[in-house]
């Protein structure tokens, strides 16, 4: 049975539709995160979860309870929110335990799961202070343990790491996975960070513009993106996504690559592909390598790469970025760190395409 | 640097006599009050009294005439505590309401009917008087303080909603639906999470009703009977039914005495209404 389910659903203010069509379903101890650029209806789809927002049409089901027309109190969810939405005159226990408080639960009860929740975020000694004397990482904390003491079928994150700097970000991302690997709870969590769903998730919703672009895992997602819009927005730099033109024979898929000031770049697929004639090459940064050295690695033949014009050399420490220019567009490889890579100046560079996409340019959908 | 200190004297100075300035009005009732007739009629307006007596006082508080009626000003002191409290209270209570659902539940049509209550506080006063007249006579409030009640929480609701919904307006939404998703309700919300927060605006809502309300003159003299008159009317008729030699000394002190209320209410809570005056105004 689905934890949650999600049917159809509508959502829309007068004309304005927000959310078109949304199916999606979860079972117990996913970890699913929304992901897409802010006013692609993420957030909205999470409160239309919670029941703060009504939606128009379609089910929501939570535990096989159809909880649609349900108010948020007994839909058993909980939420963290982006700004932490901290009750200001109460201290952090009460906020902790207002929740049981307004349900009726008996002191004792309401004393063991504090002491329980308090325990396992670190926050005992923060019990007794009131939310304007935390910092950030501890208010953080303490709205975490309000939706944890709770016990939910369903916990709802709303960006909750977004108002944290990028260090700390990091750092309680890192616990957020592990408390969902402790509790094996069931998570509905929204960002707009590529990173932060990638690590976090089991399952990843891509969205933009309110209709949903990708389910699936993160594997998926990053290796086979739907279209172009999730392979751009996924990674980090970006898929190069390249025009190109293909031609098909003796078993083989020849790509060529227009460029500035120089011959059409060609590369061989070994696979034989049906392909259009024009295309979108869609190759990861870190699927284009130092041509040298590199012979032993499936594609890199003579065939699959040749001899770029570098414009831009990135040293990023581990790894060093390469940007040339190709097809009209920029492409960017993932070297080694150690790499003798120079600007300005030409460089053999090898691609990959064992994982290897393809889009059409007029409607960006996968074609491979 | 000593242009500087120049300058801050100067400044003090002029404060200085701005101050004094504002005072003196205050002075002279002060010393008038505490002076026998003899002397008032004797002296000059702005020496200190020889001998001072409390006199004019007693008078002015228990046998002053009103008219006919020669009690002083401390029934219908009563008739205005008994009018000022409630309604001070009432209207506080339904603006901080109203404020929260304007602020924090907004529903289709919310900021028309916002605008009509704000429209509301631009209403003269003389334009209600028929009206409200007839209503307060339909609904057999005529004539009495809770009928006087009623006016004040009427006209006062406008300013109360809209103090209670600019301070509520600040604060996150989020919080309300953090509480709902945690299962509180509206008033559950409402009591546990914006009221204790709304010290500074209810002191605003306070000094400010309690100001407009004990100082009124129009609804009161409009919608009061015999007994039921509020102190600024029995003011009025003190310092106007007075025959023979006017006592100026019982019309000073009656006056200190109608204002004192509003002043106190200033004093002791004024800090706080300069800070709700200015919450919300700056992130903070």
Not at chain 1, 193 to 217: C, S, Y
């Amino acid at each position: 049975m689905p934890i949650l389910q999600i049917d159809h659903l509508q959502k829309a203010y007068g004309d304005t539709h927000i959310l078109h069509d949304i199916n999606i379903s979860i079972d117990e101890g996913d970890f699913l995160v929304l992901v897409g650029p802010s006013g692609c209806g993420k957030s909205t789809l999470l409160n239309c979860i919670a029941g703060l927002e009504p939606i128009t049409g379609g089910d929501i089901q939570i535990a096989g309870r159809n909880v649609t027309g349900v108010s948020p109190k007994d839909r058993d969810i909980a939420m963290v929110f982006q700004s932490y939405a901290l009750y200001p005159t109460m201290t952090v226990a009460k906020n902790i335990t207002f929740g049981m408080k307004v349900r009726g639960v008996d002191k004792a009860t309401q004393d063991t799961k504090l002491a329980e929740v308090s325990r396992q975020l670190q926050i005992e000694p923060l019990l007794h202070r009131k939310p304007g004397q935390l910092s950030g990482g501890q208010r953080q904390r303490v709205a975490m343990g309000r939706a944890l003491v709770r016990d939910p079928k369903l916990f709802l994150f709303d960006e909750p790491l977004s108002n944290l700097d990028a260090k700390l970000r990091v750092s309680m991302r890192t616990e957020i996975k592990k408390l969902h690997q402790d509790l094996n709870a069931s998570i509905v969590y929204v960002t707009h960070d590529q990173i932060e769903a990638m690590t976090l998730a089991t399952k990843i919703v891509v969205m933009k513009g309110g209709v949903i672009q990708q389910i699936g895992t993160p594997a998926e997602i990053y290796n086979r993106p739907a279209n172009m819009f999730v392979a751009d927005f996924m990674g980090s730099p970006a898929m190069n996504l390249i025009p190109a033109r293909v031609r098909v024979d003796a078993g083989q898929t020849r790509i060529e690559i227009a460029r500035d000031g120089a011959e059409p770049l060609v590369i061989t697929d070994p696979v034989a592909r049906d392909l259009p004639a024009q295309i979108i090459l869609g190759v990861r940064p870190e699927d284009i390598h130092e041509a040298t050295g590199n012979a032993h690695l499936p594609g890199t033949a003579q065939g699959a790469g040749g001899e770029v014009m570098i414009e831009i050399v990135e040293p990023a420490g581990a790894d060093t970025f390469a940007v040339t220019h190709l097809g009209g567009k920029a492409v960017t490889a993932r070297l080694r760190a150690e790499s003798a890579v120079r600007p300005r100046a030409m460089f053999p560079l090898a691609f990959d395409l064992s994982k290897v996409s393809y889009f059409s340019p007029t409607d960006g959908e996968r074609l491979n | 640097m000593t242009s500087n200190t120049a300058l801050r004297w100067g400044l003090y100075g002029m404060l200085i006599l701005f101050a004094l300035f504002y005072l003196m009005p205050l002075f002279v009732m002060l010393t008038t009050s505490l002076k026998s007739l003899e002397e008032i009629r004797t002296g000059s307006l702005l020496a200190l009294p020889r001998d001072i007596t409390f006199a004019p006082w007693a008078e002015a508080w228990s046998t002053a005439c009103a008219g006919t009626q020669c009690e002083g000003l401390r029934p219908f002191f009563w008739n205005s505590v008994l009018m000022a409290v409630p309604a001070v209270l009432i209207s506080t209570v339904i603006g901080a309401l109203n404020g929260y659902v304007f602020a924090q539940w907004t529903f289709r049509g919310a900021n028309l009917l916002f605008a009509a209550i704000l429209f509301g506080c631009f209403i003269p006063f003389q334009v209600v008087l028929l009206p409200m007249a007839q209503m307060l006579g339909l609904m057999g409030l005529a004539g009495t303080i809770p009928g006087l009640i009623f006016v004040h929480v009427i006209y006062g609701l406008g300013f109360t909603t809209l103090f209670f919904r600019n301070y509520y307006v600040t604060i996150p939404q989020e919080l309300v639906r953090a509480a709902k998703v945690d299962g509180a309700g509206f008033f559950r919300i409402f009591w546990s999470i914006f009221l204790p927060i709304s010290l500074p605006i209810i002191t605003v809502s306070v000094i400010w009703q309690f100001t407009q309300i004990w100082n009124d003159f129009l609804f009161g003299v409009s919608f009061s009977g015999a007994g039921s008159q509020p102190v600024t009317v029995a003011l009025n008729n003190i310092v106007n039914s007075t025959t023979g030699v006017k006592a100026y000394n019982v019309d000073m002190a009656a006056a200190i005495i109608a204002a004192l209320p509003t002043l106190l209410v200033y004093v002791i809570a004024g800090k706080y209404f300069i800070r709700g005056l200015t919450a919300g105004s700056v992130k903070g």
